[in-house]
Protein backbone atom coordinates (compact mmCIF):
# COMPACT_ATOMS: atom_id res chain seq x y z
CA UNK A 1 0.00 0.00 0.00
CA UNK A 2 1.44 3.19 -1.14
CA UNK A 3 1.02 6.06 1.46
CA UNK A 4 2.14 9.98 1.08
CA UNK A 5 2.77 11.78 4.38
CA UNK A 6 3.65 15.50 4.65
CA UNK A 7 4.85 17.92 7.65
CA UNK A 8 6.62 20.76 8.04
CA UNK A 9 4.03 23.14 7.56
CA UNK A 10 3.42 26.10 10.06
CA UNK A 11 2.94 29.83 10.40
CA UNK A 12 5.94 32.25 9.27
CA UNK A 13 5.97 35.87 8.72
CA UNK A 14 6.68 37.40 5.36
CA UNK A 15 10.14 36.77 4.50
CA UNK A 16 10.51 33.90 6.13
CA UNK A 17 10.93 30.51 5.29
CA UNK A 18 9.89 26.90 5.85
CA UNK A 19 11.10 23.40 4.82
CA UNK A 20 8.29 20.95 4.18
CA UNK A 21 8.94 17.20 4.14
CA UNK A 22 7.21 14.39 2.32
CA UNK A 23 7.51 10.36 3.14
CA UNK A 24 6.47 8.39 0.70
CA UNK A 25 6.78 4.48 1.12
CA UNK A 26 5.01 1.59 -1.02
CA UNK A 27 6.15 2.00 -4.11
CA UNK A 28 8.22 -1.11 -5.72
CA UNK A 29 10.33 0.98 -8.20
CA UNK A 30 12.50 3.75 -7.25
CA UNK A 31 11.86 5.65 -10.06
CA UNK A 32 8.92 7.64 -9.13
CA UNK A 33 7.65 11.05 -9.72
CA UNK A 34 6.84 13.39 -6.90
CA UNK A 35 5.79 17.04 -6.36
CA UNK A 36 4.26 19.75 -4.47
CA UNK A 37 1.21 21.90 -4.83
CA UNK A 38 -0.82 24.00 -3.22
CA UNK A 39 -4.79 25.37 -3.03
CA UNK A 40 -5.71 28.47 -0.84
CA UNK A 41 -9.18 28.99 -0.20
CA UNK A 42 -11.77 29.48 -2.85
CA UNK A 43 -8.96 29.02 -5.73
CA UNK A 44 -8.03 26.20 -7.72
CA UNK A 45 -5.27 23.17 -6.69
CA UNK A 46 -2.10 24.33 -8.72
CA UNK A 47 1.40 22.64 -9.06
CA UNK A 48 4.44 24.47 -7.00
CA UNK A 49 7.73 22.12 -8.17
CA UNK A 50 8.29 18.40 -8.63
CA UNK A 51 10.89 16.35 -9.44
CA UNK A 52 10.44 13.51 -12.41
CA UNK A 53 12.04 10.11 -12.04
CA UNK A 54 15.15 11.06 -13.17
CA UNK A 55 15.30 13.73 -11.22
CA UNK A 56 14.72 17.15 -13.05
CA UNK A 57 12.89 19.91 -11.62
CA UNK A 58 10.28 22.32 -12.61
CA UNK A 59 8.70 25.37 -10.95
CA UNK A 60 5.96 26.87 -10.96
CA UNK A 61 6.28 30.66 -12.13
CA UNK A 62 4.96 32.23 -8.72
CA UNK A 63 7.76 30.40 -7.13
CA UNK A 64 11.00 29.85 -9.25
CA UNK A 65 14.55 31.19 -7.48
CA UNK A 66 12.35 30.66 -3.96
CA UNK A 67 11.40 27.75 -3.54
CA UNK A 68 13.74 24.81 -4.09
CA UNK A 69 12.58 21.23 -4.13
CA UNK A 70 14.81 17.87 -3.33
CA UNK A 71 14.84 14.40 -3.33
CA UNK A 72 16.60 12.33 -0.84
CA UNK A 73 16.26 8.66 -2.41
CA UNK A 74 17.65 6.78 0.30
CA UNK A 75 15.28 7.87 2.75
CA UNK A 76 11.79 8.15 -0.08
CA UNK A 77 11.58 12.00 1.50
CA UNK A 78 10.86 14.82 -0.85
CA UNK A 79 11.55 18.12 0.77
CA UNK A 80 10.37 21.54 -0.47
CA UNK A 81 12.29 24.44 0.96
CA UNK A 82 10.58 27.79 1.17
CA UNK A 83 12.22 30.96 1.53
CA UNK A 84 11.40 34.81 1.31
CA UNK A 85 7.54 33.62 2.05
CA UNK A 86 4.83 35.84 0.81
CA UNK A 87 1.45 36.66 2.33
CA UNK A 88 -0.02 34.98 -1.28
CA UNK A 89 2.18 31.69 -0.49
CA UNK A 90 -0.38 31.01 2.44
CA UNK A 91 -2.28 27.72 1.20
CA UNK A 92 -2.82 23.98 2.38
CA UNK A 93 0.48 21.90 0.49
CA UNK A 94 -0.08 18.79 -0.58
CA UNK A 95 2.28 15.83 -1.48
CA UNK A 96 1.73 13.59 -4.53
CA UNK A 97 3.42 10.98 -6.34
CA UNK A 98 3.31 8.49 -8.86
CA UNK A 99 5.19 5.42 -10.06
CA UNK A 100 7.34 6.24 -13.34
CA UNK A 101 9.41 8.98 -14.31
CA UNK A 102 7.23 11.27 -16.50
CA UNK A 103 4.99 13.64 -14.40
CA UNK A 104 4.45 17.66 -14.70
CA UNK A 105 2.70 19.95 -12.67
CA UNK A 106 -0.65 18.83 -13.48
CA UNK A 107 -2.22 17.46 -10.54
CA UNK A 108 -4.32 14.90 -12.84
CA UNK A 109 -0.68 13.30 -13.15
CA UNK A 110 -0.28 12.15 -10.20
CA UNK A 111 -1.71 8.92 -8.43
CA UNK A 112 -1.15 9.37 -4.76
CA UNK A 113 -1.64 12.08 -2.35
CA UNK A 114 -1.06 13.43 1.38
CA UNK A 115 -3.66 14.48 3.88
CA UNK A 116 -1.65 18.36 3.34
CA UNK A 117 0.39 20.47 5.39
CA UNK A 118 -0.87 24.00 5.99
CA UNK A 119 1.28 27.07 5.70
CA UNK A 120 0.27 30.52 6.25
CA UNK A 121 2.09 33.80 5.76
CA UNK A 122 1.63 36.89 7.73
CA UNK A 123 2.59 40.33 6.00
Known amino acids: EVQVVESGGGSVQAGGSLRLSCAAS????????MGWFRQAPGKEREGVAR???????TYADSVRGRFTISKDTAKNTLYLQMNSLKPEDTAMYYCAAREGIRCGLDSHDYDDWGQGTQVTVSS
Open 51 to 57: INGIGWE
Open 26 to 33: GYTSSRYC
